[in-house]
């Protein structure tokens, strides 16, 4: 029998259980996904500030979505997301996927789905037409659950460092 599971808003009492997801995901998951000598690619100094910095500028971003799931009572994944428009677009209101994490033990359970498709109504009813949503080039299970919910990958960016 599938786990009961709850999405809910985030709360200011969130806060913590949404920065150590926000780390993981950008840091522990992250290293797990991407090469180690694109790292550097990659890197910030004082990464925790940063993370720390952005996860609290998202939560007092009036027009950022921020998602947690519950499964039984615990906290064990989250999503955030805004929405972008560009007029001059012919489907001007996209709905950007920003973060989408789920604890490793909790994987598998549809949770990522719901989180997902409770963000995309989110963004239906603030008028969008399409939702937009990036990975790490080696994330490939996160690759396949995009591609199992209906995603089309568009773009690719690619990143080289120069001058060495």
């Known amino acids: 029998m599938p786990l009961p599971i709850e999405v809910r808003d ?21 290293d797990q996904v991407v090469a180690r000598e694109d790292l550097p690619l990659l890197a910030y100094r004082d990464y ?41 677009r012919v489907l001007p209101r996209r709905g950007v996927v920003e973060d989408w994490y789920v604890e490793p033990a909790s994987r598998g359970l549809g949770i990522g789905a719901r989180l997902l498709e409770d963000l995309e109504k989110r963004f239906t009813d603030e ?6 949503s990036a990975t790490w080039s080696g994330n490939h299970s996160a ?9 089309r990958e568009i773009r690719v960016i690619y990143r080289k460092r120069l001058g060495t």
Do not use: S, W
Request: proline share 1%; charged share 30%.
């Open 10 to 30: 985030a709360r200011h009492e969130d806060r913590d259980v949404l920065l150590r997801f926000h780390r993981a995901l950008y840091e522990d998951h992250r």
């Open 48 to 88: 925790g500030r940063v993370l720390a910095a952005d996860l609290e500028a998202l939560m007092k971003d009036r027009n950022a979505h921020i998602l947690i799931a519950e499964a039984d009572g615990t906290r064990v994944g989250y999503i955030t997301g805004r929405v972008n428009v560009e007029p001059g």
């Open 127 to 132: 008028g969008c037409q399409i939702v937009e």
């Open 143 to 151: 690759r396949r659950a995009h591609d199992a919910l209906g995603f």
